[in-house]
């Protein structure tokens, strides 16, 4: 499992298993009974339900039982619908004072009804490109990570790897406890694991996912070399 109030970054290149390894967070949080809020500006929220009941839940009934909390930073930047009676929509993410103060009640509001929460962000990358006040996102992204640290959260931010300059992934890191990395060769996909403790390995190891399950090489100890 991932370590109590930790900020981890998930990177990797467009449709790695770092969605499958957010998803699976996502439902493994709800059947501990523990409550997430799921954060989206890159995609529709009924994208998200429908990877979520392909793993075997009811992503509707959860909503219900106020377990899961859906944000929605996409739908009106796009000028589309969302029908989640019970989601939050919110716009104007580009302007980051009103996106943090927002995230912040929101999160107050889960925390105080529930006493926990655990956070998936999809995606900084988005975040990034939306963003008005581009050269302030570092302070954002400190403040933003530090709330959710201080308020015993356990987030992951998922981010699409070689479309910035690698200082700004480098910068990233500096604001979370650790990070897994995806990377492809071929037909196979890899990890590893960085800045978090009792690692296994901190190699690449090769994975194998699908739509429920993701088996990490490690217990094979096939690495790349």
Known sequence: GYPRSSNILLSGPP????????????????????????????????????????????????????????????SKSVQMDNNDRNAVILENVGIIS?????????CSTVLSKSGKYRMVFFSLTAWITQSSEDKNFPKALQHFSQRRKMEGSTTLYLIEDGIFQRSLYENMNYF???????????????LRVRGLKDVQSRDWIEIVHNKSELTLGSFELKRIR
């Open 15 to 74: 449709y790695s298993s770092k969605f499958s390894v957010a998803d699976k967070f996502i439902v493994s949080s709800l059947k501990e009974s523990y409550p997430v809020v799921v954060v989206s500006l890159d995609q529709p929220i009924a994208d998200i339900k429908a990877d979520l009941t392909s793993m075997g839940i009811s992503p509707d009934s959860f909503e219900e039982t106020g377990l899961l909390k859906f944000v929605d930073a996409y």
């Open 98 to 106: 009103n996106f943090l103060k927002s995230m912040d009640q929101i």
């Open 176 to 190: 979370m406890d650790g990070s897994i990395e995806f990377r492809s060769e071929a037909s196979v996909e890899y």
